[in-house]
């Protein structure tokens, strides 16, 4: 059974759980919330399409056996550069001080490949020892750029190796997701 926990605005404010956390951040509008109710198969993230909607930190407990995190987006959301720092703070803290945290996917809109903003986050990720894995989303549209900058792991020692590619809309490439979470 799902449950929504509930959207906290600080990490201090998180429920302190022995559950492990499985975190998805990206770009604002990159389908995040779209692709974890995908991945759950019902509506529990809120969508939509404008951009930098999800603002606190979103929880939903899998079965008593793992939370799934909706963090908010970077990048692309109108909100004043003040209120992109706080978001930016905010992240850097859940991922250097949440203990529970397993992995954090970090989902790229295939159709534009990785930014300076994904490249940032991943090198942060790198440098604190944070374990993430690179999940391509929307992979069922047409790529808009052909010289897409590839990710290897070979560059980023903190990166999981297998790069997911999924469609929350085709519901492709979502098993071994829910098979790393425990989603059945």
Not at 42 to 63: V, W
Request: overall charge neutral; glycine content about 6%; proline content about 3%.
């Amino acid at each position: 059974m799902i449950k929504f926990v509930g959207s906290f605005e600080t990490v201090k404010s998180l429920p302190n759980t022995q559950f492990a956390e499985y975190a998805f951040v990206g770009r604002s509008n990159v389908g995040k919330s779209s692709l974890i109710n995908a991945i759950v198969g019902e509506k529990i993230a809120r969508t939509s399409n404008t951009p930098g909607r999800t603002q606190s930190l979103n929880l939903f407990n899998m079965d008593d056996k793992s939370m799934i995190v909706d963090l908010p987006g970077y990048g692309f959301a109108r909100v004043s550069k003040v209120e992109a720092l706080h978001w930016l703070e905010r992240l850097e803290e859940y991922l250097l001080n949440r203990s529970q945290l397993r992995r954090l996917f970090v989902l790229i809109d295939s159709r534009i490949g990785p930014k300076d903003s994904d490249l940032d986050l991943m090198d942060f990720c790198d440098k604190n020892g944070i374990c993430y894995q690179i999940v391509y989303t929307k992979k069922d549209k047409k790529v808009r750029e052909s010289e897409q900058l590839k990710l290897s792991h070979e560059n980023h020692p903190a990166m999981v190796e297998n790069v997911l590619e999924t469609s929350a809309e085709k519901k492709f490439g979502l098993d071994e997701l829910r098979d790393i979470i425990g989603v059945k």
